[in-house]
């Protein structure tokens, strides 16, 4: 074989060869840019699923009032609000599996007109209001109870507030207000022995630089605190209804509580009206009734949050890309946070 | 002779394509270095978010009508997640400074900045104008 066959072949190998390690060489370097754009596309729509969700009212623009309407198309936005991000308290509050009315996963994924995405929303207050019993002191007829309460972000950042704390049972016993500088501070609350066991506590916070940043916190006296063990507790379109778990069940009284005062709500069957306030807090509605002869109480918040609905990702990591988008939203007055989870298939 | 030394050029040949196709290479791994703009774009969404719910019932006017820069700052640290340093300046209408006091909750260490510019306006009698630049960085 002549020596010029066996350097063109050699040339010709060597070629080949580098031309494939090469491509093969580009290829790696280039597959992180690829899927990053593939995946900043994907987080891109995903956004804009999450901030239609907050922006956009629903078709009907009015489902959240009427308890029974089922949104064709969800969206949470207050109707003919100026301002970008100011949620409906009804729609917020028909989220919450608490209230009869509230939507079931299945219609607000249908509404989302998204069925290869699957989702989780979550509302809540900037900070959250912690309550630590740490003392109780017996009276000859009553017992002081020490509480420390906490104003704190979820990373731990203590938020300074001020805080005003109402006493029920039955009827108002008192109502106190707290300075908390500093994020933690204690304070006594005083019951009368014989109303013990039927005394609840609910706490407003309101962050000292801003009136609209405020939250809130209920403890209960009664031994036996399971939420809606005896009735459930619905607010929708300033109406509160009450559903009884049993025919035993008796209704007494049934208060509005914000940071500003104390109002005994009308009865009209089990629904009751509830007072429209210019406040940014969330109204704490208590209720007051008897089990047969069991004395119980129970509460539910207007606009219901903090609320979380939808699926819970913590175990589909693995399966699933999951996006997640949080936004300040209004809701009435108050600032909230809300949390969208979006979920879709692994990329 | 020139028969003979035509494989010698094919292997020379060979190198320079092999030099030609690695620059083509390291040109291409240049375009792998990350964008610097999703960041910052985050940045400025978080920084607007906060904006836009202060400026929601005219507070944001009524702490820049009042002077009341560490209430700003103080609603603004808790509004902003946290690891964010935000600095917040805050003009007229002629764009003259008008905090003298610094609004800021720590300095500044990272190269990528957002900048959000922001137009308020006061709801008291007195129609007054603010333009708001509000710099974010993450905290390292």
């Not at chain 1, 308890?67 to 207050?78: N, R």
């Not at chain 1, 630590?132 to 104003?151: I, M, N, R, V």
């Not at chain 1, 119980?296 to 399966?319: I, M, R, T």
């Not at chain 2, 764009?95 to 709801?123: D, H, P």
Request: glycine share 6%; hydrophobic share 45%.
């Amino acid at each position: 074989m002549p020596a010029i066959s066996i350097d063109t072949f050699f040339a010709c190998s060597l070629m080949v060869l580098l031309v494939l390690s090469a491509m093969t060489v580009t290829a790696k370097i280039l597959q992180p840019l690829i899927s990053t754009s593939t995946n900043v596309e994907a987080a891109q729509r995903l956004s804009e699923v999450a901030r239609r969700m907050l922006l956009y009212a629903g078709k009907p623009a009015d489902w959240g009032r009427d308890e029974l309407m089922v949104p064709e198309e969800f969206g949470l936005a207050e109707v003919g609000e100026a301002s970008p991000y100011a949620l409906d308290i009804d729609k917020v509050s028909r989220l919450n599996s608490k209230n009869i009315y509230g939507l079931s996963y299945a219609q607000i994924f249908t509404g989302l007109k998204t069925p290869d995405l699957s989702f989780r929303i979550e509302i809540k207050p900037v900070f959250d209001v912690r309550l630590k019993l740490t003392a109780t002191s017996e009276g000859s007829d009553e017992t002081t109870y020490t509480f420390e309460a906490a104003t704190e972000r979820d990373d731990g950042i203590q938020v300074p507030t001020v805080l005003r704390a109402y006493v029920l049972a039955e009827s108002l016993q008192r109502a106190y207000e707290i300075q908390n500088k500093d994020g933690k501070t204690s304070f006594n609350v005083t019951i009368p022995r014989s109303l013990e066991n039927r005394a609840i506590l609910v706490v407003f916070a309101k962050f000292t630089y801003n009136s609209r940043i405020v939250s809130y916190t209920v403890y209960s006296f009664a031994q036996s605190s399971e939420k809606s063990a005896f009735v459930r507790l619905s607010p929708l379109n300033h109406t509160l209804t009450l559903t009884p778990t049993s025919a035993n069940i008796v209704l007494e009284n049934v208060y509005a509580i914000a940071h500003n005062g104390v109002w005994r709500l009308t009865q009209n069957g089990n629904v009751f009206s509830i007072p429209a306030l210019v406040d940014p807090c969330p109204t704490v509605l208590v209720v007051f009734g008897l089990n047969a002869t069991q004395p119980f109480v129970e509460w539910a918040a207007y606009p219901q949050v903090p609320l979380q609905v939808g699926v819970d990702f913590a175990n589909l990591l693995s399966l699933s890309d999951v996006y997640a988008y949080t936004q300040l939203v209004s809701i009435g007055f108050g600032i909230y946070k809300c949390t969208i989870l979006l979920g879709g298939p692994k990329t | 002779m020139k028969g003979r030394n035509s494989g010698q050029i094919r292997i020379i040949e060979a190198f320079l394509a092999i030099f030609i196709v690695f620059s083509a290479v390291a040109v291409s791994a240049n375009l792998t270095t990350k964008s610097a703009s999703s960041t910052s774009n985050g940045l400025e969404a978080i920084g607007m978010q906060a904006l836009l719910q202060l400026d929601f019932d005219g507070s944001l006017a009524a702490y820049i009508a009042a002077g009341n820069w560490s209430g700003l700052r103080e609603t603004l640290n808790l509004l902003l997640p946290a690891g964010v340093v935000f600095n917040l300046t805050v003009y007229d209408s002629q764009m003259r400074q008008v905090n003298m006091e610094t609004v800021s909750n720590g300095a500044f260490n990272s190269q990528e900045i957002a900048l959000v510019k922001y137009v308020c306006t006061s709801q008291s009698p007195v129609f007054r104008v603010y333009v708001v630049y509000l710099y974010l960085a993450v905290a390292k």
